[in-house]
């Protein structure tokens, strides 16, 4: 159940709340400055909760904590040697140290809520425009679609942003 009321404190201060309950029955509230942006929250979320895509932490965790998250779950796998070798383990460090987590055209700081398959090939142009090679950019973006299956693992999201995004070169670019 979803609902939406004005909420006042102080002398001239009030918000527009929309309150509602996730998935898993815990409430959830949401301010707003007006009530015409509370109704298209409210709309928007009732959408996700009755198609089951929301995750209430999407909005919280950071693409770069789940990197450090993902990469804490390898560590562990290489510990308890179940199929992840050191080696996998320095290419997923690499890849998310230069490429996921870069400063200029990494995206890191972004929240798993607004990772897009749209935004997921507009980080695949900006590696290409950083000239990183058509095969580079491909293993980088495997490195991306396993962060992104650890944090549907952990509930974080609900569908993989990387999932179908290719990596087109030129004739001959990337064969060896």
């Known amino acids: 159940m979803t609902s939406i009321r004005k909420r006042?404190?102080?002398?001239?201060?009030?918000?527009?709340?929309?309150?509602y309950t996730d998935n898993r029955?815990?409430?959830q509230r949401k301010h707003f400055p007006t009530k015409k942006a509370?109704?298209?929250?409210?709309?928007?979320?009732?959408?996700q909760l009755q198609s089951g895509v929301y995750?209430?932490?999407a909005s919280k965790v950071t693409i770069g904590q789940a990197c450090d998250?993902?990469?804490q779950h390898c560590q562990g796998r290489n510990r308890r040697d179940e199929r992840m070798t050191r080696k996998m383990l320095v290419v997923?460090?690499?890849h998310i140290a230069n490429h996921i987590l870069h400063a200029e055209h990494g995206i890191?700081?972004?929240k798993l809520s607004q990772l897009t398959t749209r935004a997921v090939g507009e980080f695949r142009d900006r590696l290409r425009n950083a000239e990183v090679s058509v095969p580079t950019t491909r293993k980088v973006l495997a490195t991306l679609h396993s962060v992104l299956e650890h944090a549907i693992a952990q509930d974080w999201i609900?569908?993989?942003?990387?999932?179908?995004v290719r990596v087109i070169g030129q004739r001959g670019e990337g064969s060896q």
């Open 55 to 57: 995750r209430p932490d």
């Open 69 to 71: 998250s993902f990469l």
């Open 25 to 27: 029955g815990d409430r």
């Open 158 to 164: 609900a569908t993989n942003a990387a999932q179908g």
């Open 8 to 19: 006042t404190w102080g002398e001239d201060k009030s918000a527009w709340v929309v309150d």
């Open 38 to 47: 509370a109704d298209a929250f409210r709309i928007s979320i009732e959408g």
């Open 92 to 94: 997923y460090r690499g």
């Open 108 to 110: 890191g700081a972004w």
